[in-house]
C-alpha cells in the first residue's frame, strides 16, 4: 500500500468505529458491538467479514448457556493496521508552527 | 491542490472523532463496577482474618480473588485495567493510563501498614481482645475499597 494512503479497509465509518472499539479490549461479544455501535446484526456481519477477510479480526463462534454466541477480537495485523492508520490520519492534518 | 489538502485534513478529522468516540464506549466497559469492588474489598479483609484470626484458610480465599477477575474479563471483554500491560493499553501508546496518585498512596499505605495492623491485633489477642483482628480486617478492607474506588473514580473522569 502506499505510504500516503489511508487503508481503505479500516477507513469506511462503521469498519473504523469496530476497529476503534475493539482497539482497548481483548474480545467483544457480536451483540455488544452491535449495540455500542447502534447498527443493525446484518450491517455488523457484513463489515465483520470485510475486515476478517483483511485478516485484521478474529471471529470465534460458540455458546454460552445454550445459547449461540459469538466473539470478535483484532489480530495483531489489525492492531498494527490501525496504528498504522491513526498516524497516517494525523499526518493528513495540518500543524499550527 | 489547496482544496484537495483541505479535504484530506477534514475527512482525517472527522475520522479521528469516530475512533475517539468509539475509544470512549470500549473504554467505559472496562471500568470497573460496583461488585468488582465490594467483593475485592471484602476478599482483602477476609484474608487478613484468615490468617490472624484462625492462621488457615489463607490460600483458598487467596485464589478466590481470581474469580471476580475472570467474570468481569468475561462481561467486559477486558482484564481490569490494573492487569493490564503498559505497552497494552490504548492502542500502543496512544493514550497511556496512569494511575492516581491518590490510589497508589493509599496501596502503599496498605502494603506498609498491614504488618504494624497484623502485629498489633496479634498482640490484642494474646491480652485476651479476640475482636482486634476482625476490627483490623474490616478497616483494612475499607481501605482497599476506598483505593479501588478512587482508583476507579480517576480512570473515569480521565479516560471514560
Same mark, same amino acid.
Given at each position: 500500500m502506499p505510504k500516503n494512503k489511508l487503508d481503505e479497509v479500516i477507513h469506511a465509518p462503521n469498519r473504523l468505529m469496530i476497529c476503534s472499539f475493539l482497539m482497548p479490549l481483548e474480545f467483544a461479544e457480536f451483540q455488544v458491538l452491535r449495540d455500542e455501535l447502534e447498527v443493525s446484526d446484518s450491517v455488523l456481519s457484513k463489515h465483520l467479514k470485510h475486515l476478517e477477510e483483511a485478516g485484521y479480526i478474529r471471529h470465534k463462534k460458540g455458546s454460552e448457556n445454550g445459547r449461540k454466541k459469538s466473539w470478535v477480537s483484532l489480530t495483531s495485523i489489525g492492531r498494527k493496521a490501525f496504528v498504522n492508520y491513526s498516524k497516517q490520519l494525523h499526518r493528513l492534518i495540518p500543524t499550527n508552527k | 491542490m489547496h482544496d484537495l489538502r483541505d479535504k484530506d485534513a477534514l475527512q482525517a478529522q472527522q475520522a479521528l472523532k469516530i475512533i475517539e468516540e468509539s475509544k470512549r464506549k470500549a473504554i467505559a466497559r472496562k471500568v470497573l463496577p460496583n461488585w468488582f469492588i465490594i467483593t475485592n474489598a471484602v476478599l482483602t479483609g477476609l484474608l487478613f482474618i484468615s490468617i490472624s484470626?484462625? &492462621?488457615?484458610?489463607g490460600l483458598p480465599i487467596f485464589i478466590l480473588y481470581l474469580i471476580p477477575i475472570f467474570i468481569h474479563y468475561k462481561r467486559s &471483554?477486558?482484564?481490569p485495567y490494573f492487569l493490564t500491560p503498559a505497552k497494552d493499553v490504548?492502542?500502543?501508546?496512544v493514550e497511556e493510563i496512569r494511575a492516581s496518585p491518590i490510589a497508589n498512596a493509599i496501596l502503599i499505605l496498605v502494603m506498609i501498614l498491614t504488618p504494624f495492623i497484623f502485629i498489633a491485633s496479634q498482640e490484642m489477642l494474646i491480652d485476651g481482645i479476640y475482636y482486634a483482628p476482625v476490627v483490623s480486617g474490616i478497616i483494612l478492607s475499607l481501605i482497599v475499597y476506598a483505593g479501588i474506588a478512587v482508583s476507579r473514580n480517576h480512570y473515569l473522569k480521565k479516560y471514560a
Open positions: - | 484470626y484462625l &492462621g488457615k484458610y &471483554g477486558s482484564w490504548l492502542a500502543e501508546g
